[in-house]
């Protein structure tokens, strides 16, 4: 298979003999170049660095090989890139002063300090019984952290450590290490969403992020819409604020209820609106990015800013980078938030926010509520981005989610009671499955609990006792005989639930 200068050279030799169809597609790879000449100038990508590749920016931007080619060959006639034989395309070295003298992140400036929700009683005795060691972690929120690289990361830390002895606050104050930051925006170009690296704050963790986000565009006594049923930290930040929540209507294939959530926006004063559109938790779905279009236009027309929880991003099923609502924010209503807590390790709890116009409050709020990230795992994750390894990782991890969710699915369909249905996830670790309405998920959860299996009851995911009958299960974990027999289980234990409910009645 030819390498990208190779195809290079055969588009060049017929570059002039261009037909009028590929004339027309001028506009597009120009905007790509632009694109790309931008992330060169703001140092994204460093002199001597190598660009995504051809295919890969083809794959990821849905356009054609030649259209990429195009935007390579200006940019390469402009002094940006360069190719070279059997490698690929790389940013030049000091053949052009764009190029070469790569603009730093900006040095930030000093800071002058100047229906009620209540779930968390629940959540926290909920989550100290998953962590307990005997027990079998179908109920946990976090993935199996047996897949994550924490050695090799872990070395990069230790590494790190020892070349620098000395440390004061000024190595890690807001917005965060310049390394991680060009690494993040990086990683956004190469799944084809351009990204500014001088809107990224790093936090602690994306929980971090989004209670820094809700501070930064509501007050409490402020209504904020979520999904419904929602993921629990989602809520957390909102009780933490003294907010009300109010449940939207959701799809569990197409996310949140775009008709329903206009009619609430006419008749209420919404102060922002949270979100997951890509493999929600709990419910696992992707939202189209018609709708991801959609919905940022609506809030927009409203001028009502939307958190974007995007923590799952990176584990999508699919064979394409799923869109994220940012690509279509022209307000900058949209706060991005991520993390690699998901993905990489979630014991050095590093993500990030992208708040659009509300940058330069996060990173303010940020400075008064935790002043700062500790540098050490900033420096590792992004060490360990630079090697190249994250990509081949993340495929594994991908893999190996999307074989144990229909394993999972297949269990539970075959064991649970009749009547049962659950969520077909399109990325992420999580299934959701409602049981017949007879069954109560906190006492299958109590149930479960004796047998030495942790189940999510779906109490957590809601203001409300709506999800009564719904539980979570977690499929990260390796496939093994366990989790076969702790899922034959609880289909029993459920339908003991039933027949004691009917018996009650």
Not at 83 to 97: C, E, I, K, M, T
Not at 380 to 401: P, S, T, V
């Amino acid at each position: 298979m030819p390498r990208d200068s190779e195809l290079c050279s055969k588009i060049g030799r017929r570059a002039r003999l261009l037909c009028p169809l590929e004339r027309r597609s001028l506009k597009l790879y120009e905007e790509l170049a632009k694109e790309i000449e931008g992330q060169v100038r703001r140092g994204v990508f460093r002199p001597g660095e190598r660009v995504p590749s051809v295919r890969q920016t083809s794959q990821h931007r849905q356009i054609s090989i030649t259209t990429v080619l195009r935007a390579y060959l200006l940019l390469e006639s402009k002094g940006i890139i360069q190719s070279r034989p059997q490698s690929g395309y790389f940013v030049r070295l000091g053949a052009n002063d764009a190029a070469a003298h790569v603009q730093e992140l900006d040095v930030s400036k000093p800071i002058a300090v100047s229906a009620q929700v209540d779930v968390s009683r629940l959540v926290l005795s909920t989550l100290r019984s998953i962590g307990s060691d005997e027990a079998v972690p179908l109920g946990s929120p976090y993935p199996d952290p047996g897949l994550f690289p924490f050695q090799k990361i872990n070395r990069y830390a230790h590494a790190i450590g020892r070349r620098k002895t000395q440390w004061g606050v000024t190595d890690e104050l807001p917005p965060g290490n310049p390394d991680l930051i060009r690494q993040i925006a990086r990683r956004y170009l190469e799944n084809g969403i351009a990204v500014d690296p001088n809107e990224i704050v790093v936090t602690v963790g994306a929980t971090e992020a989004i209670n820094l986000c809700l501070q930064a565009v509501a007050k409490p006594g402020d209504t904020v819409a979520v999904e419904s049923p929602t993921f629990y930290a989602m809520l957390h930040a909102i009780e933490r604020m003294g907010l009300r929540a109010i449940e939207v209507a959701t799809h569990p294939r197409e996310g949140i209820d775009l008709g329903a959530l206009a009619q609430i926006l006419d008749k209420r004063k919404i102060a922002a609106c949270m979100v997951m559109p890509n493999f929600q938790n709990p419910l696992g779905f992707q939202m189209p990015d018609e709708k991801k279009r959609e919905l940022v236009k609506l809030l927009a027309k409203h001028d009502v800013p939307v958190i974007e929880n995007d923590v799952y991003h990176e584990l999508y099923f699919g064979d394409v980078h799923p869109g994220a609502l940012k690509s279509y924010d022209r307000k900058g209503l949209v706060l991005h938030c991520a993390s690699f807590s998901k993905t990489l390790t979630s014991a050095y709890r590093i993500g990030w926010a992208m708040p659009g116009r509300y940058r330069e409050q996060v990173e303010k709020l940020k400075f008064l509520n935790t002043l700062t990230t500790p540098s050490i795992p900033q420096l590792a994750i992004a060490e360990y981005l630079k090697q190249d390894g994250y990509e081949h990782h993340l495929r594994k991890l991908r893999k190996g989610f999307a074989q144990r969710a229909k394993l999972m699915t297949t269990l539970v369909t075959r064991f649970f009671p009749e009547g049962t249905r659950v969520s077909h996830p399109m990325g992420g670790y999580v299934l959701w499955v409602e049981l017949p309405p007879a069954v109560d998920s906190m006492q299958l959860y109590k149930l479960a609990l004796e047998h030495g299996i942790t189940v999510g009851p779906g109490y957590m995911f809601s203001t409300t006792d709506g999800y009564r009958h719904c539980i979570r299960l977690n499929y990260s974990y390796a496939w093994s005989p366990e989790i076969e027999n702790a899922l034959v289980t609880i289909g029993k234990l459920a339908a003991a639930n039933m027949r004691l409910s009917g018996d009650s009645t």
